[in-house]
């Protein structure tokens, strides 16, 4: 017996328990606003999504190339269209998640207006926007469940027993359009109090997964950006604790941390960490220290030493009091960050980089592997990097490396649309499209995620929209950009009364008032004109 029937048969056992004061109750209505609800609470999404995502980090751990992908969101309705797209097209979530990028989340979502990406935005409106995601993708298995209910209704009507079956399948066998999300939480915005407080709101709302990188809270600054400053080992390692004790206190033993450093192009520290002994994790940080080697008689006012192997020396401090990393030294701080992450609770990595280089990438994470073999990348395949300018170089590189004549092209003007068309460009591309794949493979990405892609086609499709309509093209921009590819290509968005929910509520007022319900999808209701038989009829 499936659940849908089960439930019928629930309520009708209950109804008839009840007596007749539930007469009206249709027991087939229950079940189907029951299964249009699935999930009741964000916390069991979060248990859902965090079995999904460590069901996948086993698949990947047996074979690399069954890795996964995100697309970063801003809002719940553009989470929504992405799932409807993937199961319209791909016909299955399987391995696809949503990812929330704190820089959407500054730009777009805060009160103050746009705001750079450095931790100045409310902290609540991250919490806020995982929980309006899961509204607006628990409605979208509202709005689909009840196209099937409806066409098994009509199927019904029609004694269509094949139809009826198809549908029934369909109804059984429904995969919901909730998916894991991995949630940015910056830098913890705050101390390892704050950061614990902003978990479990984000952990409530259906989080199953965490990103957090070692920044300073209050010097946080785009990962694409300079002046970024870390944080030593053990601040970090305690906000990593600090989510974990809020996915344990929650339940979510299983909840998912995904641990960034920035050390790549971060060459500031606000603090020394603290060292006991030669060799322990605070004397590796203060290690890569930019410093200069004095004597007692070298020492000025104010001046701060450290002693390593009997030496004194001075670690260089700028007029804002932090302290200065060796140039070079990038990789290896990555490196280190990444491994004490893993061993301190940490599930997953992340890895900023300043390029996509696959070569780049596998290096670092192949030192990481040597002390856990098992290690995981989250990979931003950034919108802030060029990607065409970045892969025609490489591809330049790979030629010249050969021994092959380059002579056709210039390096610093690969970008320009004279190359499009040749070999080089071509080839640059063929690797772009295979990066996913390749750097899974070669890299120990489990994850691969744009973080603002969202962002750009948002504004790339209302400049194209604007360009024509303000101009000679008026309504047509509008027809032949928007509209007629939306009917053409099977857009559910075309039907926007059906896609806010105006069939819902129609069934729903059905339910409640019978016969007398006053619904809006009459034989007046202009949507009509987009059912297929009107569409085939002209």
């Known amino acids: 017996m499936t659940v849908y ?25 229950v079940a189907r606003m029951r299964a249009q609800n699935r999930f009741k609470t964000g916390l069991e999404i979060a248990q859902y999504t965090a079995d999904i995502m460590r069901k996948d980090m086993g698949e990947y751990d047996a074979d690399s190339s069954i890795y996964t992908q995100s697309l970063g969101v801003w809002h719940g309705f553009i989470g929504q269209q992405k799932m409807i797209s993937i199961k319209k097209h791909l016909k299955t979530t399987n391995k696809r998640y949503l990812y929330l990028s704190g820089w959407m989340v500054a730009a777009l979502r805060s009160e103050f207006g746009p705001l750079p990406d450095q931790s100045m935005h409310e902290k609540t409106a991250v919490p806020a926007l995982v929980e309006e995601l899961y509204t607006f993708l628990r409605q979208a298995d509202a709005r689909e469940l009840d196209l099937l209910f409806t066409a098994l209704d009509n199927a019904r009507i029609v004694g269509d027993d094949a139809k009826i079956a198809t549908l029934t399948g369909q109804i059984d066998a429904f995969e919901t359009h909730v998916v894991p999300i991995i949630a940015d939480i910056d830098a913890g915005f705050g101390n390892p109090e704050a950061t614990y407080l902003l978990a479990k709101k984000m952990i409530e709302a259906g989080a199953c997964a965490i990103q957090i990188e070692n920044q300073v809270s209050d010097e946080k600054q785009c990962g694409h950006q300079d002046g970024k400053v870390t944080v030593p080992h053990e601040d970090f390692i305690a906000k990593i604790n600090a989510v974990r004790y809020a996915f344990l206190e929650l339940g979510i033993e299983n909840g998912i941390i995904v641990s960034r450093t920035d050390s790549l192009g971060a060459g500031l520290t606000q ?115 060029n990607w065409t300018l970045n892969f025609r170089q490489q591809a ?47 890299a120990g990405i489990f994850h691969h995620l744009i973080t603002l892609p969202t962002y750009h086609t948002a504004a790339l499709s209302t400049d194209d929209l604007a360009k024509g309509y303000f101009a000679d093209q008026g309504m047509l921009a509008y027809v032949k950009g928007v509209q007629r590819r939306e009917i053409r290509e099977g857009i559910a968005t075309v039907k926007h009364q059906n896609m806010s929910g105006s069939d819902l509520g129609d069934n729903h007022k059905e339910y409640f008032a019978g016969d007398a319900a006053l619904k809006a999808g009459g034989v007046n209701n202009t949507s009509n004109q987009f059912d297929e038989p009107a569409l085939s009829s002209h």
């Open 396 to 442: 330049y590189d790979a030629l010249l490396a050969e021994g092959k004549d380059v002579s056709a092209y210039d390096r610093a003007k690969l970008m320009s649309v004279d190359y499009d068309e040749t070999e080089l460009a071509l080839n640059a591309d063929e690797k772009i499209r295979t990066f996913q794949r390749d750097s899974s493979k070669e």
């Open 5 to 29: 029937q089960k439930d019928i048969e629930d309520v009708e056992a209950l109804k008839q328990q009840v007596g007749s004061s539930w007469d009206a109750i249709n027991p087939e209505s």
């Open 271 to 385: 603090k020394l960490a603290v060292t006991n002994q030669p060799g322990d994790l605070g004397d590796q940080y203060n290690s890569f220290l930019d410093v200069d080697e004095i004597t007692e008689a070298d020492l000025g006012n104010g001046d701060v030493v450290i002693k390593r192997g009997g030496k004194l020396l001075r670690p260089k401090r700028l007029a804002s009091n932090l302290f200065q990393f060796r140039s070079g030294t990038g990789e290896a701080r990555c490196v280190l960050d990444s491994i004490t992450s893993l061993q301190n609770g940490a599930d997953l990595l992340w890895i900023e980089t300043e390029k996509p280089h696959i070569g780049q990438i596998a290096a670092m994470m192949n030192e990481v592997r040597k002390a856990i073999p098992n290690a995981k990348l989250v990979y931003n395949n950034s919108p802030s990097f």
